[in-house]
């Protein structure tokens, strides 16, 4: 038996982003398991055809529509959650959303409904569902969807580079802030590389940019991840497994996220600048 069958093999979880992707897959992974699955989403209808299909296959899930962006639908979900299961083993903190442009292009509305999703829908998720899980008192586990772009910058994604570093320092203090009261919840900081969703072309379309440079890197980074990313699900077991095991640092996939890590500790190291852009375009055959 593996460890995430023994460890997620009942209880409740709750995936915000569930709709769609990386949330849709652990979605259905975790129901698939044996854990009752809360499937949150801003986009209802979508998050609601994912809880159907896993109650089609003979799993558990309930919808919750909300907007992470919004603090008090957050704590209102939390406290529904907590009222009808009593308890939640697994809160991953997956909503999010992508941004092309070079960073004075982008719109200062764009800049703050990102940071509002990636940022402050973690900080509010961890205030709404953290002192519910203190109070039970029963082990459980936070995990935080950062990226490897938490760990590496990269041109004509700004905004959400800088929101993904902010996810992983805020996974390091409550790491370190749960230590100090001695609690049963385990954090973990999840680190996905390409894994197969639409964010890039989702990007383009909710803020599209004139950018000509920005658009040909999003183009390409959409059909390597078509072409070449992990299926949702696949990612998702993979990275439920690391999880359950009781890691803090938990990759989608080991050699890639591995290379990201080693090349981020070498920068700081050696005091050496970001990577030239240039080598990243060239290497997507762009101009």
Not at 163 to 172: H, R
Not at 177 to 189: E, F, G, H, K, M
Not at 256 to 276: S, V, Y
Request: proline share 3%.
């Amino acid at each position: 038996m593996s460890h995430a069958e023994r460890r997620f093999g009942t209880g409740t979880a709750v995936v915000t982003g569930a709709g769609a992707g990386i949330g849709a897959g652990f979605a259905r992974h975790l129901a698939r398991l044996g854990m009752t699955v809360v499937v949150a989403d801003i986009d209802e209808a979508r998050a609601s055809l994912v809880a159907e299909d896993i109650r089609t296959a003979g799993g558990r899930a309930d919808v919750h529509g909300v907007d992470v962006a919004d603090a008090d639908a957050v704590k209102r979900m939390a406290d529904n959650v907590f009222d009808r299961h009593g308890s939640v083993e697994l809160l991953v903190n997956n909503a999010g959303v992508e941004t092309a442009g070079l960073l004075w292009e982008v719109s200062g509305a764009r800049w703050r409904r990102l940071m509002e999703i990636n940022v402050d829908g973690v900080f509010y998720c961890l205030r709404a569902f953290v002192p519910l899980m203190l109070k039970v008192g029963k082990p459980a586990c936070v995990a935080n969807l950062s990226s490897v772009g938490g760990i590496n910058s990269a041109a004509v994604q700004g905004p959400y580079i800088v929101s993904k570093f902010a996810v992983l320092a805020m996974t390091e203090s409550l790491h370190q802030d749960l230590s100090l009261v001695d609690s049963p919840i385990q954090v973990s900081a999840v680190v996905p590389h390409s894994i197969r969703s639409e964010i890039f072309r989702a990007a383009q379309r909710d803020a599209p940019t004139t950018n000509v440079t920005a658009n040909a890197v999003f183009d390409a980074m959409q059909q390597a991840n078509v072409e070449s990313g992990l299926d949702p699900l696949d990612a998702a077991e993979h990275m439920t497994e690391a999880i359950a095991r009781g890691d803090f640092w938990v990759f989608s996939d080991d050699d890639a996220c591995r290379q990201f890590t080693d090349r981020r500790a070498a920068q700081l190291r050696d005091l050496l600048p970001p990577a030239d852009p240039r080598t990243m375009l060239t290497r997507m055959g762009i101009s």
